[in-house]
Structure formats: C-alpha cells, structure tokens
C-alpha cells in the first residue's frame, strides 16, 4: 500500500447550529415557542421582546357570578390560582387532636399517619415500627385500626383489598359477599371470572354481578381527594373557523412575544471595530436566523393546513366520522416539503376545530380499503367499532369477529378479526366476554 497525502472530494450535508436550530423550532409548539423566545432575549442584548399584556394595566371589575373580569371581558388569571389547602396529612392529624390518646400512642399514630403516600395507603415496615417504639404487633395493630377509623373511610389500608373491606364496613348495610370477595377474590372478581366465582360461594352469577357493580362504587384510592395537582390546560396552536368562503386556519401567534431589533445596541455595530462590535455582528445574525426560522415554521404549518383543510373537508363539516385517510406523504407531496418536515410540523400540536380539540398528528391517519373502492380512514373506523359496541346488545355483546364481520358487510369496510382487536384495545373496550352482562 502507498503512503502519501491525497485530495478527495465528496458532498455531504452538515447540520450548522443555525439549520438544528430551524428543525427545533419547527417542532416547538407555540407556548414552547414562546419559552424559547424569551430564552433568547436573555443571551442575544440585540432582542427586545414586547407584547400587548405586559407592561400594561387593566381594571377589573367584579360580575354577579362573584367571579373577576377585566374591562376587555376576560377572566382574571390571579382568580385561578389555587388556594392553599392543607393535604391529606394535615387532615387526619386535625382528628387526631380531638382523640383522648397519651403521649406515647399519640406519637406512634402521628408515625402512622406521616407514612400514607398519596393514595391514603399505610407504607411501613412494621418490624421496623414495632422496633423503632419498643411495642408488641399487637399493639401497632390497635394503633393502625385507630388510624383506619378516621377519614377518609379507608385510608390506612395495606392492600386495595383491605381499602375497599375498610368501606364496605362503614356501608349501613352489610354485604358479606362483597367484604368476603375483596379480602379473598379481588383478582378473580378483576378479572370478571363471574361463573367461577358464583360456583365458588353458591349463588348466582347475576348476584356476583351485582356485588361487583357495588364494588365499582367504591373508592380505590380515598386519599386522592388532597392531591395536590394543578390542572393542565391545552392551548390550541391553530384554531380553523368556517367563514364565507369555506374553513380556514389560523395560527395562534398571540402568545408569542414581538421581536424587536433594540436601536441601542444596534448603533454600536458599525461605529467601532473591536471586540464589542464584532460579537454584537455575531448576535445580530443569530437575531436574523431567529426570525427566519419563525417566518420558516409560520409558512410550513399554513402550507400544511391548507392540504389538511383542502382534503379533510367533510371531517370540518360533519366530524370525525367523516375522517378522510390522509399520510404524511401525500401531504409532503401537495405542500412541497419532506415528509419528515410534516412529521415535524405536527409534533406536539393541537388544533381548535368546529368539532373539538384535536392533537394535530391524530388528524393524519393510515388507510383502511372498502368493497368500493374507496379508503376508510383508521380514525374514523374506530369511531364505528365505539358506536356499534356503546349500542350492542350488553347480554351478548358483539365479538371481534361479528364487529369485522359487520364491517366488512353492511359498511364495506375490509379489516380483519385482529385489526378490530388492536384498535379495540387502543380505545381500551374490554373483550365481549368481559363486556357480558348476566341481569
């Protein structure tokens, strides 16, 4: 082999910090969006941010429903702040104080009560316990059946068995086939083996039915009621109206900040040569690629929209029903971009329709042939396996097999056995066999 320098010339594609930067902020929702904007006010002094709401001050005036609103009608955001409630351990300990308890058992019960987790459920080691306070398991027994009398009526459970068995014992009217099924057959009654059970105890697999209707009523997790979650809303990122002229969409910019070039340092850029003014160059061209990509992200999508607005005409009419089979590529063909760029697009969208909110991607479905020629969309057929099993017959409740069967007869609509299986278990519908009503 020869050794010695050799000149080679290949073409390839390397992805510049500027072109990563485009394909981020195409996937970015908009409060994303709007969150990555500001970051970059922070590092780029060149970028002056201003929008409509801030800096500005509005009067509030207070409606009949007690509730506040601006002068433009629309509710004041401090009046959803939630308010601070004590969580479920400070709620059992305000019981505790009014329990003519000694010092000593009144500090094993405030143990027991700071080892609930979130559920309500009791979560200790009780070799530990019964080390930790020098007591007898018989004992902390007494202490954990003082904690299961307070409420939540079951809260201190070690099982769901025990959870549901603690409320069936506060119920007015005893149900000793439910208190004997949820400390011996929960599993059996989950899994809906009805025949095996009423064969087990002697009665009729309506009555097991029944005690497993009752169950239902019955809270798994009784201490959920103080979680403390902040509700999440979902800010639609293109909201498409009717109008004269047919559907049209439309981005939802007003969250984010206006751009400005700040005039200040933008002086300094051509009256001196030093360092100062060479990294104020450097940040204005990243200020220039900043809008560029926005601009660049605003008309993918509106070209996107107009595709999906073009095809899915009936779905803004008549609803999901009516969902067209559409793919990322026949998009990408109409539009004029790759169909990676669509799927980008897409990514962690939602979209404001006449008939609902919808996560964006869920609206491109595969599709589905029928008997005439025509194409089904996979959304829509799921929507037609949900109606025809909300209607069935719950005593004999439709198979996969008769769903398909159906389909593929009345509707013309070819799928087979395991695709209904599949899209079944997707929209999380039982089986017939655990969907069967006995009364």
Known sequence: MELGLFQKQTTRLVMTNELRQAITILQYSTVELAGFIKEQALENPLIDLSSPSWGTRKSYQKTKSTKWQSEDGKNDPIAFAPAKEGGLHDYVLQQVQFLPLADSKLKILTYLIENLDEAGYLRIDEEEATSRFAI?????????????????????ARSLGECLYLQLKQRSMQNELAETIVLNDLKSLAERKYKELAKKYHVTVTDIQRTADFISTLDPKPGSLFARETTKYVIPDVTIKREQNGFRAYLNDELLPKISLNKQYSLLMGSQKNDAALYLKEKYQQYNWLLKSIQQRQETLGAILAVFIEKQNDFLEYG????????????????GVHESTVSRAIKHKYVQTPHGLFELKNLFTSKIESN?????????????????????????????????????????????????????????ILSSSKRKRYN
């Open 372 to 428: 005439a020629g025509d194409a089904a969309s996979s959304s829509s057929v799921k929507q037609r396996i949900k109606e025809m099993i909300d209607q069935e017959n719950k005593q004999k409740p439709l198979s996969d097999q008769k769903i398909a069967d159906i389909l593929n007869g009345q509707k013309g609509i070819g799928i087979s056995r395991r695709t209904v299986a599949k899209y079944r278990d997707e929209m999380k």
């Open 320 to 335: 999901v029903k009516s969902l067209k089979p559409l793919t990322l590529r026949e998009v990408a063909e109409e539009a």
């Open 136 to 156: 007898e398991k018989e004992d902390l027994e007494e202490k954990i059946a003082v904690l299961q009398s307070l409420e939540p009526v079951g809260i201190g």
